[in-house]
């Protein structure tokens, strides 16, 4: 894993991290009755910015191939 790799997987790591807490503050908030209209839209924007740093991983992503035991031509 390169350099970049490794700083990408780490903040992925770390919003992900932050989501699961957020959601789990939202929660708890909606539970007790306690929610406001900031808490859903720190809890949006949170999402927004998880849900671009994994589109963007998708489209860099190249699945790898999977090689047949036979040799091509064969």
């Not at 999402?47 to 064969?74: E, F």
Request: net charge negative.
């Amino acid at each position: 894993m390169s350099g970049a790799d490794a700083e990408r997987s780490a903040a992925l790591a770390t919003l992900l991290v932050k989501a699961a807490v957020t959601l789990n503050d939202l929660a708890g908030s909606v539970f007790s009755g306690r929610a406001t209209d900031d808490d859903y839209l720190d809890t949006d924007r949170l999402l927004s910015d998880l849900a671009a740093v994994l589109r963007d991983r998708s489209m860099t992503y190249v699945p790898p191939r999977v090689v047949d035991s036979k040799k091509v031509g064969q």
